[in-house]
């Protein structure tokens, strides 16, 4: 209850804090760019149109400042540096970071998950688009298969462990899939520590959040499709199939492609999954999860801070190409 009570007082203190901050600085403004006289009251009725934006956009820009653009230089600058930041080592952290087998490790699984689950999840997400349009029942479908969105990743892998859940050959099984396995006869098996198995394990957690936000992207692209092209393809000859490859997909490759970019940038940065599941062990470890070990675990800031910084630079590029392909599709530059 106190911390229901807490969170309900700093709600409160929060709405009053921006409500007197966009009342006192309007007043200010109001106050001290006004004039009497009827020639500058219109010079100064267009300062104060020029500058009211940016007393709604201060407190944003602010904090963006404070919480994202300060701590990227930091750990620029953390990365130069040894484990406590008291001697500058220049690119050795890096270096250190291309030599390291449980970095190449860390590596290798980050790109089997860019290859695995973007390509998986848009694929699953197209497949339910398209075929939950065609039944009567389908919104009720997409609702289902949309649900997950709505669970964090901490949460999913909690579900999860329920479904991959091992008690040892002895033991009555809980977890859905040995359940299904000792059914049929077969011994139970520890999903978690079969390697490299369990790495594709913990992708199914992650494909199945991100294919109800593919298949909620894609519907609306493809209800975007003409239905005369359609129907065209149709009185010529061609079949459902036919109209899937060469009419639906190039109409759409666009909106593909920002779906796999997006869950591509999901996919790189992702932490929880695996933090939840196994803590990297079992030859799961993924970069930001080896970040965390050295940065909070082993208390090295360098090395810590060196491995953000390959992450941010592996995630940059495919921010700046969704961007320019979004901006792009809306017919901007």
């Known amino acids: 209850m106190v911390q229901v009570l807490n969170a309900i007082l700093a709600v409160l203190i929060a709405l009053a804090a921006a409500l007197a901050y966009f009342w006192g600085t309007n007043w200010l403004l109001d106050k001290f760019l006004k004039s009497d006289n009827a020639a500058e009251s219109a010079e100064a009725d267009k300062r104060r149109t020029a500058v ?30 040894n484990s406590n930041g ?27 998950w860019l290859l695995i ?20 029942w389908g919104n009720i479908a997409k609702s289902l298969i949309f649900m997950p969105m709505a669970i964090s990743f901490v949460g999913a892998s909690i579900i999860w462990r329920f479904v991959y859940a091992y008690r040892g050959p002895d033991q009555e099984q809980i977890g859905v899939l040995n359940a299904i396995v000792t059914g049929f006869g077969l011994p139970p098996q520890n999903w978690i520590t079969m390697v490299p198995w369990n790495s ?24 975007g499709i003409p239905e005369e092209t359609v129907e065209a393809a149709r009185i010529d000859g061609a079949n459902e199939v036919q109209i899937f490859f060469t009419i639906m997909i190039p109409q759409i490759v666009p909106t593909l492609t920002v779906v796999w970019t997006t869950i591509t940038i999901t996919v790189l940065k992702v932490f929880d999954i695996v933090f939840a599941m ?18 909070f675990r082993s208390g ?28 792009r599709e809306e017919g901007t530059r």
């Open 278 to 295: 196994t803590g990297g062990q079992f030859q799961t470890e993924v970069l930001a999860n080896l970040m965390y070990s050295w940065m």
């Open 300 to 327: 090295d800031f360098g090395r810590g801070s060196t491995i953000a910084v390959i992450l941010m630079l592996a995630v940059l590029p495919i921010m700046i190409w969704n961007v320019r392909n979004a901006n």
């Open 117 to 136: 689950v973007p390509a998986l999840s848009t694929a699953f997400g197209l497949v339910i688009a398209v075929l939950a349009d065609r039944v009567w």
């Open 200 to 223: 594709l394990f913990l992708m199914v957690i992650l494909i199945w959040i991100q294919t109800g936000f593919a298949m909620v992207i894609l519907s609306a692209a493809l209800r």
């Open 52 to 81: 009211r934006p940016w007393l709604f956009l201060f407190p944003a820009l602010l904090f963006l400042t404070i919480y994202l653009v300060y701590p990227v230089f930091e750990t620029v600058r953390l990365s130069l540096f």
């Open 86 to 112: 008291s001697r500058f080592v220049g690119l050795s952290n890096y270096w250190w970071a291309f030599g390291d087998g449980q970095f190449r490790q860390s590596l290798i699984n980050n790109f089997l």
